[in-house]
């Protein structure tokens, strides 16, 4: 980064957040000076080069932070409007990244994925770049792509390059990659280059001038306990600061919880993220609190797919809960979408059992506060990083969204209550600017062109129009390949794979 690069917001209103987690809008400047927000006051002389942003007319408001998200998923996106859980595992994740592609960059692996790695770099920069039109500036990347090294490494350059900041959180134990599509089978993957690959990663992160951080994302929960505990001590002595696991009580996966399988490893800690928390047993909330891990909810994908109710607002969860997309491939990207489906979720179970017992409540206690909050400074703290990001305040880092407050649907909300006009109102369109790390990525409603160079699929300047051409190239490719998939055996080998007790998917009655 150059030294004493400098940008100066005039005249905006500035949403900042008090130490009660209340937002107090004010007018006023603010000056970033390289990847920090220098000051806030109502009246700044920026330095002569700064770059000028006349905010009139708009809100600053904090980067919203998602806390669970599949980044490389853009190629499959509209392919699962309809599907419960265990099809979109067949046709997402599972079926569809593990087949015919033989990843030829593999070093002598015979790992078999339906992605190429250029596929990935191209799919992951769509998810970065969704999220960065939307106002997201931070996310954890549960990547769980890692078909081989190179997947991973793919990925990551394209996270580096996009300029989002972001948990890269790596997966040490991949799923077994397929070996036949008809009938549909998996083999087996000991993948020792991923626990090399992990150690790598480690000693040379963090990437991209310090936005793009290693975690681990783990869920292999069946290995040995030793194996287990061994993996995390490791990861933790390598300096890794982020662990995330999907965690879900729910009869596909049986009675078994991983919040207790962590804990009774000693592994249950602070830095522990669990993505979901859907059905979780009053005593799991209570170890989850108590050792100060953390919960993402991503409510649009729950729902649709039967995982039950998100619990974002759940009384003895909402303080350790964040929110998350999840699958952009099935839901809205954006954190503006899942704020409001959380809220308005919430308040539909809050007022079902007044509403069934012939009465009505006689008021709300779920608050669009509340949810801009779990999508801002809790996402930032459920992550470690509340002090760095999630709100705007002198000596953070200048991850800032500029939205404009006179748009059709902004206009009289934004200026009642700007908070409200956010959570309720706003959308992606509304999302004028946004800075990253001290760095515009979106202006004039735009996203601005990404610098591919040192990454491995693309070089120079990349309008979005020209990566959007590349997405749909690769989707095209992959159509081919589904087309000789036989989805039946790739059901029952998901199911297998996942531990999904069959037994308990039923018809409706
Ligand atoms: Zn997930």
Not at 51 to 74: E, I, M, N, S
Not at 206 to 211: L, Q
Not at 409 to 421: F, K, Q, Y
Not at 456 to 478: F, P
Request: include cysteine.
């Amino acid at each position: 980064m150059a030294p004493n690069s400098s940008i100066f917001l005039s005249n905006g209103t500035v949403l900042l957040h008090d130490r009660l987690d209340n937002i107090n809008p004010v007018k006023a400047d603010v000056l970033i000076i390289d990847n920090k927000i220098a000051k806030i006051a109502p009246s700044i002389s920026p330095p002569s080069d700064a770059t000028h942003l006349d905010c009139t007319g708009k809100l600053l408001a904090p980067g919203f932070v998602d806390t669970h998200h599949h980044l490389w998923q853009t190629q499959l996106k509209g392919r699962h409007a309809d599907d419960i859980f265990i099809d979109y595992m067949v046709k997402g994740p599972f079926e569809l990244s593990k087949k015919t592609y033989q990843a030829k960059f593999s070093s002598g692996s015979s790992v078999y994925s339906f992605f190429s790695p250029e596929d990935m770099f191209w799919g992951q920069m769509g998810g970065c770049l969704e999220a960065v039109d939307s106002g997201t500036t931070t996310v954890v990347d549960h990547a769980h792509m890692n078909y081989s090294a190179e997947h991973s490494s793919s990925a990551l350059s394209a996270t580096v390059a996009s300029g989002i900041r972001s948990y890269f959180c790596y997966v040490p134990v991949p799923h077994a990659p397929a070996t036949s599509l008809a009938p549909f089978e998996y083999g087996t993957n000991k993948a020792e280059w991923a626990a090399s690959q992990l150690e790598d990663l480690a000693a040379r992160q963090p990437f991209g001038d310090g936005r793009v951080r290693l975690g681990v994302a783990f869920d292999a929960f069946y290995l040995p306990k030793e194996f287990v505990v061994s993996l995390y001590e490791r990861a933790r002595g390598m300096g890794i600061k982020l662990f995330t696991t999907h965690y879900v009580q729910h009869a596909l996966f049986g009675p078994r919880s991983f919040v207790k399988i962590l804990h009774s490893c000693g592994l249950l800690k602070d830095d522990i993220l669990l993505s979901h928390a859907n059905n979780a047993l009053p005593e799991d909330a209570e170890l989850i609190v108590a050792n100060g891990a953390h919960i993402s909810s991503t409510p649009g994908t729950e729902l649709q797919v039967g995982l039950g109710y998100p619990v974002s607002f759940r009384p003895d969860l909402h303080d350790v809960a964040s929110l998350g997309i999840d699958c952009h491939s099935s839901s809205s990207g954006d954190m503006l979408a899942q704020m409001r489906i959380a809220v308005q979720n919430a308040r539909g179970l809050f007022n079902q059992p007044f509403v069934e017992a012939g009465k009505a409540p006689r008021s709300l206690d779920i608050t669009a506060l509340q949810a801009f909050n779990l999508a801002t400074i809790k996402g930032a703290r459920a992550i470690g990083m509340g002090d760095e990001i999630g709100s705007i305040a002198e000596g953070k880092l200048a991850d800032i969204v500029i939205y404009d407050a006179e748009s059709p649907s902004m206009i009289c909300g934004a200026e009642h209550d700007p908070v409200a006009a956010i959570v309720m109102h706003a959308s992606v369109r509304d999302v004028d600017t946004v800075i990253v790390d001290g760095k515009i990525r979106k202006q004039g409603g735009k996203l601005v062109a990404v610098e591919m160079e040192s990454t491995m699929a693309a070089e120079g300047k990349m309008e979005w129009r020209q990566i959007a051409a590349k997405l749909s190239q690769s989707r095209s490719r992959l159509e081919e390949t589904l087309k000789t998939v036989d989805m039946e055996s790739a059901r029952k080998a998901a199911a297998q794979v996942m531990y999904v007790d069959e037994q308990n998917i039923v018809d409706h009655q």
